[in-house]
DNA sequence: GACTTTTTGGCAATCGGTTGACACGACCTC
DNA sequence: GAGGTCGTGTCAACCGATTGCCAAAAAGTC
């Protein structure tokens, strides 16, 4: 079978681009799709050549190993003809500082953590590349850790992550406050999407996107609105859902509470029925996720949106304009927090920060008038 | 500023779900939404207590170092008493194993990495899940690095990752062969998407989707069709292209190729207008995130999907079901490659692996037959 | 009671860097 | 020429674990 793959992908030298003239191209049986007869190949795990270190260095150069160690952390301390010595040997042995070997002493590991509920929810992807940016910027590295919604987990995670790290930036952590102002007490956190006393912490502004959703819906004649609840752990959800209260009475909208639902698809989707039930016209996410599934039921069960029900996220991920209709949503600026937080502790800066960025409305097409 | 913030989420023990009653909401002014003028708070970034080490463990329970060692890392090797005593010490001084320190002596780092062009690409979603199950699962850490497509910068990323994790996993890797024989000669590495000599390699089949695709296709009147070209550094790039040139032989549907482009959405758009020159009745794209820009495109053209174009992607990324239409793709069995690709570097096993699961084609609205 | 074996714990070296203290020579100054 | 300064490089301690080897104590054997 590793025959039909190698003519399959013929190799040359630079491994891709062959000439496929000669490939050999037949349809996989089904018994060749069975799981347990794949195509398979040895692994060398065998003998490494470890890695240079300055004292390969010293000893091909003639120097002390500090000497070598000053040559390429000090500029300027070392001749600089020696220095250009070292660095040529550290070169062409292919030298990398060891990480570790080096935050053993000094305690700075050149690396930051972010952790999140989900690596893999849309949501959150500005918020890690405008982490990765920053750190990156800065010659360091970003560790992304995963807590799949589970405290438990979360806690030990954090703990391990810690051990080796400059700074933590939790993201719509489920902690309690003490759990995350015992671990800023080992080493600098910075919390997001969540407001901890006396940790650096980085919310957008609900009000001005919130708002002005509220007065779109009232603008179309929506008099009684839903809103469908996220995870009860979240902070985030209950500033939404909170903010959203006061709004809804302000404009004389009557507002009702549905959930709390797993911030998903499918969470979404599950809370379809009651919002049916319930009468509303229109409702509004804790997320986009969880709006898209309400979008994705109501096709399913033949419930037009916008015409009979209008339907606003929360987050403006991707793929809220590629669905039909497209997403009416509130843009939360998590690029910005993403940055804010990484420089935050890559600078390390004891100077105040910016901690909270508006939100704004996006009107699409999954909004209308009530007929 | 702070003072509002506050009055917003009114903060309690517990740090949420506090009662909204006195809240004062108002409608943030054009010129608070201004950059400068975030509200702002203070890093503590004072003196932080170092972290419990064996040694502090030691002092209070009167043994040696070593003895906590053993005791906490060697079950039965030191007296059960001892070990309890030791173990109780450990966790009243919340005693966590610093990773580096340990790391130094053994070469165990308890961590693995994963590199890929772009952690917020959809495409790898299923893939990150699939490795950080099996890592997690393996009481390891999972580390993700990015490198935004550009060879100097992976090549560099991937030597710097690989001094502190026990094994890399490349994915879609643009390096070259030898320079990613040359880091499996440091640590072990496995790529996936790709198939290099010597190297465990995990590559999809494209052949079943790819094949169920061509003769979907063709039954429905398709005699003309394009390929939708991703980078040309990408490997899978050219064993997609290679595969449906020959499938497309076969079939007797001609074929031509358009691009290269950038793997987005906006390299897709870019293409609309050479995909609409070449007269083609179908475009089959390298990845769905460029079948999602034509898509998008031939809405804004006015071009009927599919009743004048059909469009086929690639991997059946989040979101190729929530379109209009939804898309026809091609699904990579990604999670199961992530999964193996960590098992096979947790393990260390030097048993043969698994390495070629099969693509399946997905039919969905974004194909028909030719009017 | 003397000898052997096993259990239990300590000593000290080691991993690969960093850094404060210091030695040595060159150069400068009065 | 004595004293001071500066530039350059080495020594040795240290970070926090792991682990091979050994010693003391306890247990077992004849």
Redesign the pocket.
């Known amino acids: 079978m590793i025959d039909r793959l190698e003519q399959l992908y013929p190799l040359e030298s630079n491994g891709y681009r062959a000439c496929a003239g000669d490939a050999i191209i037949e349809s996989t049986g089904p018994e060749e799709a069975a799981m347990a007869d794949f195509p398979a190949v040895e692994m060398g795990f065998g003998n490494r050549k470890?890695?240079?270190?300055?004292?390969?260095?010293?000893r091909q150069t003639?120097?002390?190993?500090?000497?070598?160690?000053?040559?390429?952390?000090?500029p300027?301390?070392?001749?600089?003809?020696?220095?250009q010595r070292i660095r040529d040997a550290a070169a062409s042995l292919g030298?990398?500082?060891?990480p570790?070997?080096?935050?053993?002493?000094?305690?700075?590991t050149g690396t930051l953590g972010l952790m999140l509920s989900d690596i893999t929810n849309p949501v959150y992807f500005d918020l890690i590349r405008g982490a990765e940016r920053v750190t990156s910027a800065a010659g360091q590295t970003l560790v992304l850790a995963e807590s799949q919604e589970a405290v438990e987990r979360e806690l030990d995670d954090a703990e391990r992550l810690l051990?080796s790290v400059d700074g933590l930036i939790l993201v719509a952590s489920r902690l309690h406050d003490e759990q995350i102002i015992e671990l800023s007490a080992v080493k600098p956190v910075v919390v997001v999407n969540r407001l901890v006393e006396g940790i650096a912490s980085m919310v957008p502004d609900v009000v001005p996107g919130l708002s002005d959703a509220v007065t779109h819906l009232a603008e179309l004649g929506h008099r009684s609105i839903a809103y469908l609840a996220g995870p009860s752990a979240s902070w985030m959800n209950a500033v939404r859902w909170q903010t959203l209260f006061h709004l809804a009475g302000q404009a004389g909208i009557s507002l009702v509470e549905i959930g709390p639902g797993s911030p998903t698809m499918a969470g979404g989707s599950a809370l379809l029925p009651r919002v049916v039930a319930s009468g509303v016209t229109a409702v509004i996410a804790y997320n986009d996720l969880m709006a898209l599934g309400v979008l994705r039921s109501c096709r399913e069960e033949g419930i037009l949106v916008p015409d009979r029900l209008s339907i606003i996220g929360f987050d403006d991920i991707f793929g809220a304009d590629l669905t039909t209709p497209a997403l009416t949503t509130i843009r939360s600026p998590l690029a910005q927090l993403g940055e804010t937080a990484a420089r935050v502790l890559s600078d390390r800066s004891e100077t105040s920060i910016p901690v909270s960025p508006p939100t704004v409305f996006v009107s699409r097409a999954s909004t209308a008038a009530v007929r």
């Open positions: 470890p890695p240079a270190t300055i004292y390969d260095i010293a003639g120097v002390s190993p500090s000497t070598v160690s000053r040559a390429l952390n000090k300027g301390r070392i001749n600089v003809k020696t220095e030298y990398r500082a060891n570790m070997a080096r935050a053993l002493p000094t305690g700075r051990t």
